[in-house]
C-alpha cells in the first residue's frame, strides 16, 4: 500500500517548487507559493525567511517585515533571519526598532557574530544623521562632473544610508562615468530596490549599463519596461525612446527606429534633436514626404543649424521639390559657407532649376 505524502513532505515540495520557480525568475510564482506554505504551516520558520526576502527584492520592505518578525520568532536561534530582519528596519529608515533588536539579540543567546553584525548595524543607523546634506552635496558633485569624488562621497553616503535611492543613483552615474559597469549596475537595481517612485528614470539608466555592457536585449527589454509602464514622465519617456532608436538604428531596424524617435519627438516636441533623428531615418527609409514633415519641424525649432537645412533639403530633392530644395540649401550654405559638401548639393539644385546661386 503506498505511503500517504506526510504534512513535512508536502511543505519540502512547497518549498523545492518555490526555489525553482525563484532561480527561474519567477519571482511572483515563487512569494505565491511560500504564501501557500505559510498559511498551511505557520511555524515553517524557513519559509517565513524566504518571503520575506523575496518581497524584499520586489522593492516590497515593508511587506517582508511580518514574515521575517514571524521567523525570528519561530527559530530565534539563527542569525541571518535575524540580520534580514535588521536590513528591512535599515532600508525602511525604522532605527528605533532596529535598535531594539540588536539590544535583544545581546540576551538571547545569538552566536556572537551576529551579536557584532546587529550592533554594527544599530550603530551605523544612529550616527548617520540628517542626509539632506549629503544628498545635496553628492548632487554638486555630479554637476561638476567630479566622478571620483562622487563615487567616493557616494559609497559612504550608501553605508550610511542603505534605505535612500539617491546615493545608490549617484554611485551608479559616478562608476558608469568611470566605465565600471559591473558596479555600476549593482547600484543602480539597488536604487530600484530602494526608490519609492521614480523607477522608469533609473532603469533608462540601467539599459545604458546594460547596452554599454553588449547585453542589448537585457537594455531593450528594459527600456520596452519603461515604455509600457504608462508611469514615466515625458523626458524620461523621450530618453527610453531616443536610446532604444538609437539601438534599432545600429541593428539596421529602421521601421522600428522611426517608430522610437516619433515617440521621442512626441514626448518632447520642442525639441529639434528628436525631429531630426526622426527626419534622418525616415529619409534612409525613403520616406521623402514624412522625413520632409518632421526636418521641417526640426529647422523650426532649430534655424541655426546648418546640418539640418542640408538634410531637409535632401529630403525635398529626393521628394522632386526642387525649388524649395534649392532654398533650403541656399540656407544650409548661408549658416556654413565652408562647407563644401553644402555647397556641391546647392550648385546641382540650383543647376536644374535653371536658378542662379
Request: proline share 5%; glycine share 8%; with cysteine.
Amino acid at each position: 500500500m503506498a505511503r500517504l505524502p506526510t504534512p513535512d513532505a508536502d511543505a519540502q515540495t512547497l518549498l523545492a517548487q518555490a526555489r525553482e520557480a525563484e532561480v527561474q525568475g519567477r519571482t511572483s510564482e515563487a512569494i505565491r507559493r511560500l504564501r501557500k506554505l505559510v498559511e498551511a504551516r505557520p511555524q515553517h520558520a524557513e519559509a517565513h525567511y524566504r518571503l520575506g526576502r523575496l518581497l524584499t527584492r520586489k522593492n516590497r520592505w515593508a511587506d517582508a517585515l511580518l514574515p521575517l518578525r514571524k521567523a525570528v520568532g519561530t527559530a530565534p536561534r539563527t542569525g541571518r533571519y535575524w540580520l534580514a530582519l535588521a536590513d528591512a528596519y535599515r532600508m525602511l529608515g525604522q532605527d528605533k526598532p532596529l535598535a531594539k533588536l540588536a539590544e535583544t539579540a545581546a540576551v538571547a543567546g545569538l552566536d556572537a557574530d551576529t551579536v557584532r553584525a546587529l550592533a554594527q548595524r544599530a550603530e551605523a543607523a544612529r550616527t548617520a544623521g540628517d542626509p539632506k546634506p549629503v544628498v545635496d552635496e553628492l548632487g554638486e558633485k555630479f554637476q561638476g562632473q567630479d566622478w571620483v569624488g562622487l563615487r567616493q562621497l557616494a559609497e559612504k553616503a550608501v553605508g550610511d544610508f542603505p534605505h535612500l535611492a539617491r546615493p545608490w543613483y549617484y554611485l551608479g552615474l559616478a562608476c558608469l562615468a568611470q566605465k565600471q559597469l559591473d558596479r555600476a549596475e549593482t547600484a543602480f537595481v539597488h536604487a530600484l530596490d530602494t526608490a519609492p517612485e521614480g523607477i522608469e528614470g533609473l532603469k533608462v539608466s540601467l539599459a545604458i549599463v546594460y547596452r554599454n555592457q553588449g547585453r542589448i536585449d537585457e537594455a531593450m527589454a528594459t527600456l520596452a519596461e519603461v515604455l509600457q509602464s504608462g508611469r514615466a514622465q515625458p523626458p524620461v519617456v523621450c530618453d527610453a525612446a531616443t536610446m532604444l532608436g538609437n539601438i534599432h538604428v545600429a541593428a539596421g531596424r529602421l521601421y522600428e527606429a522611426a517608430q522610437a524617435f516619433r515617440r521621442a519627438a512626441t514626448a518632447n516636441p520642442h525639441s529639434a534633436h528628436h525631429w531630426r533623428k526622426l527626419g534622418q531615418v525616415l529619409l534612409a527609409q525613403g520616406h521623402g514626404t514624412d522625413a520632409v514633415q518632421a526636418l521641417r519641424l526640426a529647422a523650426g525649432r532649430a534655424p541655426e543649424v546648418p546640418g539640418i537645412w542640408l538634410e531637409l533639403g535632401n529630403g525635398l530633392f529626393e521628394a522632386g521639390l526642387l525649388d524649395q530644395a534649392t532654398d533650403a540649401y541656399a540656407t544650409a550654405a548661408r549658416l556654413a559657407p565652408d562647407d563644401d559638401a553644402i555647397r556641391d548639393r546647392l550648385e546641382l539644385a540650383a543647376a536644374l532649376t535653371g536658378r542662379t546661386i
